[in-house]
């Protein structure tokens, strides 16, 4: 590749990397849609499309790394665009606000033209508020904090190992192909059981039977892993076992509601958190000893000011065409600040992206200040939770890339670019779908679970004494670094997934203390990047057979 002229005099930016990130982005795009809409569930694709890229670059001969993981960036960045669109935006059929298509009522275009336009906006702008946010978090996240982000770290082990060959590359084929003839069994043929259920005297026991959940949480390692199972351990145990027996809560409704409130309080309080060290680590004047130092009152001079005014310019442009009032539009931008900020730490430090819950998150908290329609209401979440699943990919991509030394202004290219296709594949196979099954819901065979979920929650959030109470905890604990936004993903998810990661990041923990030396560790780490890729690779293939075989 010595001879071959790179575009923008970006390294590694190529042609063919520009043409298999539009044409690939597409078919993962559509695959993620009908996975998320159907399982209610979407893994990452990271390593699969990372598996991909290097297959159908090395057909082409003459490639490496850099041209490898700048076209797996943009592959992939539209299938967390898909999730948050179809863990939100379905509410609105589910709320009955959205009717089904009936030829004897009207036209396929009379029923598509006022529903498609207002999903188009409503992805472009979370797409352009991803792409310049995560721009800005990139360096402060994985070189100032140094966040795992297991996908990512897997993304660049799978890489390494499959280029180099040799003793790396058995490891992590061979966790590969164990890990997706166990997901076949277990999802294709029901042979091995989704979850392991059983009882430990009065208290319900589960693991959930995923080689990807044990990957993530050898790859986080054990103190995240066990702050995830405390946070389990909490709702499932705690409130729901003992609360329930001593009568601390009427019936499992209740439970269900006090638990949701206070989990998600914790995730707000942790976010406050974030924003609060953030902005103390702001310079807002120069410091004369310090050359390097750009204070923040000179960023709107800089490049990257002028972009961030530019994006954010289209962005509210954009959102009052959609019919938000200006004042609405300005909240939302400044919630998408802060969702964006949450989803990409807590990506990074558990592999998990609750998206949907940080697009409530963000209604609720402009519902405090103004009123708005419950159309309205879905379009808001929308946009915040395409903006955070968008974040949570990239990001991971971004680790990648410094992992293998990738030039970052290169995957921001391909990372636009796959999620400005992105945008257009996911809402023409949300509507394909939706089409083709005849609405959304159990009945139909799309349950879209997280889009009931958020149905459920535009009203409202629970107990407001209970959010603020967990809320302010979740502050005081993350400033004292313990991390809240963790505990509160545990007490939302099963017990089972909890186990699961918790399996992997003791396993983690015995490694580090038996073996004692960075070879098992990194060898480890190669192990887990396969037991995702062979899942997640898998995953995908038997989506694709049901879509297309249906």
């Not at 994985?142 to 990512?152: H, N, R």
Request: proline share 3%; charged share 10%; hydrophobic share 55%.
């Amino acid at each position: 590749m010595k001879d071959r002229k790179f575009l923008f005099d970006f390294p590694y930016l190529t042609w063919r990397s520009i043409t298999l990130t539009a044409v690939g982005s597409i078919f993962i795009t559509i695959s993620s849609i009908y996975v998320a809409l159907r399982l209610s569930a979407l893994p990452w694709p990271t390593i699969f499309v990372a598996v991909l890229s290097m297959s159908l670059l090395k057909l082409l001969r003459e490639t490496n790394l850099q041209e490898i993981n700048i076209t797996q960036t943009g592959m992939s960045s539209g299938a967390m665009v898909a999730g948050g669109i179809a863990f939100t935006i379905p509410g609105l059929w589910i709320a009955g606000i959205y009717k089904p298509f009936d030829p004897a009522v009207q036209t396929l275009s009379e029923w598509l033209m006022p529903k498609l336009w207002p999903i188009l906006l409503v992805s472009l702008i979370g797409v352009f508020l991803g792409t310049m946010l995560c721009w800005f978090y990139r360096k402060r996240n994985i070189e100032t904090m140094k966040l795992a982000y297991p996908i990512g770290t897997a993304a660049a082990e799978t890489l390494q190992a499959g280029d180099e060959g040799g003793r790396k590359s058995y490891f992590l084929f061979g966790a590969m192909g164990l890990a997706a003839i166990f997901t076949v069994l277990r999802d294709q043929f029901a042979l091995i059981p989704q979850n392991l259920e059983g009882k430990l005297g009065r208290f319900p026991v589960q693991l959930y039977t995923s080689p990807l959940a044990i990957g993530i949480g050898y790859i986080i390692g054990f103190p995240g892993a066990a702050y995830w199972m405390l946070g389990a351990l909490i709702a499932h145990y705690g409130l729901r076992v003992f609360g329930l027996e001593y009568g601390s809560f009427a019936n499992e409704a209740s439970v269900s509601a006090f638990i949701l409130t206070s989990a998600v309080g914790l995730m707000v309080g942790s976010g406050v958190g974030i924003l609060i060290q953030f902005l103390k680590t702001v310079k807002w004047k120069r410091d004369p000893a310090d050359k390097n130092q750009e204070p923040a009152a000179n960023l709107l001079r800089s490049r990257n000011g002028r972009f961030a005014l530019i994006v954010a310019g289209v962005s509210f442009v954009l959102s009052i065409l959609l019919g938000l009032s200006p004042l609405v539009s300005v909240l939302l931008m400044a919630g998408v600040v802060f969702a964006t900020m949450m989803s990409s730490v807590i990506t990074g430090q558990t592999g998990i992206n609750p998206m949907e819950i940080f697009g409530i998150i963000v209604l609720l908290a402009i519902r405090l200040f103004i009123k708005v329609d419950d159309t309205q209401a879905f379009l808001i979440a929308a946009i915040v939770a395409i903006a955070c699943g968008y974040a949570g990919d990239a990001m991971n991509d971004y680790k990648t890339g410094v992992i293998l030394g990738t030039d970052a202004r290169a995957q921001f290219v391909t990372q636009f670019l796959g999620a400005f296709v992105g945008v257009f594949a996911a809402v023409f196979g949300l509507f394909v779908l939706i089409l083709q099954y005849g609405g959304v819901g159990g009945e139909t065979g799309l349950t879209a679970a997280q889009a009931h979920s958020v149905t459920a929650l535009v009203n409202g959030i629970g107990d407001p004494v209970v959010f603020g109470l967990a809320l302010l905890v979740g502050v005081l604990l993350y400033v004292n670094g313990v991390p809240a936004m963790i505990i509160g993903i545990g007490m939302i998810l099963s017990l089972g997934m909890a186990s699961a990661i918790f399996l992997g990041g003791f396993i983690s923990l015995l490694v580090q203390k038996v073996a004692k030396n960075s070879e098992a560790t990194n060898v480890g780490n190669v192990i887990s990047a396969g037991l995702l890729g062979g899942e997640g690779i898998t995953g995908t293939i038997l989506a694709f057979l049901a879509m297309f075989l249906r």
